[in-house]
């Protein structure tokens, strides 16, 4: 032990080397009590400058300014339709959507009337070059309502029987136009084969699920050919019960149903009413 209350050891680490090590040994319990008499130290605290008045607005309206860009963000894309296809509910017409907010909307009304409109979406409304005419869009899922709040403007781009307005849908795979058509052709090729119940199976579902989709037209054509199929495969109330809904106007006289619709229209109509007045005489 050294004067100093430590005691002294020593190892041999390393030839020809003598390593001295100091260990401390307890203190007397007055030198404890002399410790604890000793006042604490003094801690100083460094007080920090007050910001420039300017500084300190501009940090405060940070986290609000990036809140408020994370909202337009989010807006626009949620006023921004996806890309690609809808049509409009009921058809007649549809709306294209590119990315960007390109669009390109294109309507067929009464008489063979139709509109056309595109342009670029941006935050949700879109305004026609050289035009008041303003649109506006709001998506919602696989749906995107269009409207305006400027229709008299918006009628420079429609013709006297025609609108653009209303809801647009995006078509299930087996409603898009190329898949109708391929169903369609797959139908015949059944019917023709004489395979009935193949006939009804491939056509059904595109008369049930895509009725939204599908003008009224169009739908009418599909019992045709189901109410068809479904009498030469020996259903003849399955037959009736599909043309039911065409039963009313395929009564009518031609006559009456030219003076019922448009010029247009009624050329359009005539023929798939007459086929349903002749099978539902066969179906009877």
Known sequence: MNGQGFMEEQCNCAPH??????TALPRPLAFIDTLAAIPAPTIYTAIPKPLPMKLAVHLLRLPSLVL??????????????????YVRKGGGGDLV??????????????????CELEGT?????????????AVDFT??????????????????FCGM??????????????????????????????????????ALTTLAPVLQDCDEVLTGVAKGWLRNDLALAQLRSGDAAACRQ???????????????????????????????????????????
């Open 17 to 22: 080397q003598t390593v001295t090590r100091q």
């Open 68 to 85: 408020a860009c994370h909202i337009g963000i989010a807006s626009a894309q949620q006023t921004t339709p996806a890309p690609g296809t």
């Open 97 to 114: 959507v590119q990315a960007g907010g390109k669009f390109h909307i294109q309507t067929v009304g009464a008489n063979g009337h139709t």
């Open 121 to 133: 979406i941006t935050n949700g409304r879109a305004r026609m070059a050289n035009s008041a005419c």
């Open 139 to 156: 998506p919602a899922g696989q749906r995107v309502g269009i409207d305006t709040a400027t229709a008299d403007a918006c009628r420079d």
């Open 161 to 198: 029987r025609a609108w653009f307005g209303g809801d647009y849908l995006r078509p299930t795979p087996g409603c898009t136009d190329k898949a109708i058509a391929a169903s369609r052709r797959n139908f015949k090729r059944a019917y023709d084969a004489k395979d009935y119940r193949l």
């Open 242 to 284: 599909t043309l039911a809904p065409l039963a009313e106007e395929a009564g009518r006289t031609d006559q009456e149903l030219r003076e019922a619709y448009p010029p247009t229209d009624a050329d359009v109509v005539l023929p798939m009413l007459k086929a349903a007045r002749t099978n539902l005489r066969l179906c009877s």
